[in-house]
């Protein structure tokens, strides 16, 4: 019989569903040594939450998340607000001696994404990012491809991700305030990008060229007042990027590219290999062997549905049966659930101060686009 792990989550709208669900899958699917223990809910509308509450099988609500983040009752917090609503919560339960999940970016700012790694240094509870990317089976595969020395010295990473809801009839939201935000595409699609760039790469970015940024719709109706808002983050945020070890990248994220709905893509290209992933066919990785040479050298199309060949897959169905983007949440609580009772996560987890590493690299590209100039990591600390 596991132990249970006690959770209170904090926010009930798309994040909170899809950590309610992993945090229900879990258990029966990936057999984990812990059991999470759905104790407590915490969001602003109380008559949403009971429902929100019973559909997912959280034991109590509450408005009051300051509660919620002390309760001797609860092991772990999982922060699944808006950005600026990060800091604040995280750093009182790991006051108060909790675990910390927090959704991504680590935070909207760079100075609350201090404060967090700070906070978290100092603490005895653990913490952890949900970039659940990293945990896609072929991501992962890839990320085994690279540590066994198939790609060989990386030379370029190109990223992209694109997507298309944010034209002028999306309303007015958080996600388009500067303030609530912190940035738009940026925050929201960089931030996966540069986790994954550096995840796989496994080197630091230490330089940033040639950022831009535009936005296109200046203001959105307001749901709420039935009048437009001006708008203040970027709609799109392009940027190119040196790596420690010599390697380039290129990154975009856009929230204005049609046909495009969720095409988050990475490709390495190294000396003895590349690998290419898009999420939008999530279960495929491409893989070139240079070795192959010419006459036959190419991409491979390597569907990752081998438990045993393919992380994460053993948790699902039988091989050759697909996966989406819900088991990537799942999959990360899996290892975190392993993680806290020192096993090894099937790849590495992401904690406040990796996760900060990723926020000095979208605080650097900000700071490229507002100056106009190109932006060592080094400045940025
Ligand atoms: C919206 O752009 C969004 O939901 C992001 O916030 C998520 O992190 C990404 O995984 C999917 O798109």
Redesign the pocket.
Known sequence: MSQKIRVAMLGQQ?MGRAHSNAFRQVGPFCSPPLLPELHTVAGRDGASLTEFAARFGWANTTTDWRTAVVDPEVDLVDVATPNFLHREPSVAALEAGKHVLCE?PLAGSFEDARAMRDAAAAAAGRTFVWF??RRCPAVATAWKLAREGRLGRIYHVRATYL?N?GGPQTPMSWRFDRELAGSGAHG??NA?LIDLARFLVGEPITEIHGATSRRWVESRLDGATGERRPTSVDDALLFTAGFAGGAVGSFEAS?LANPHQ?A?SIELNGELGSVRFDFEDMNLLHFCDASDGAREGGWRRIMCTHAGEHPYVEHWWPDAHLIGYEHTFTNMVSDVLRSLVGEEPVVPLCDFADAFETQRVLEAALRAVDERRAVMLDEVS
Do not use: E
Request: no cysteine; net charge positive; proline share 0%.
């Open positions: 798309f991504k659940n990317y997507q809801w929201d699609l996966h929230r969720n988050n």
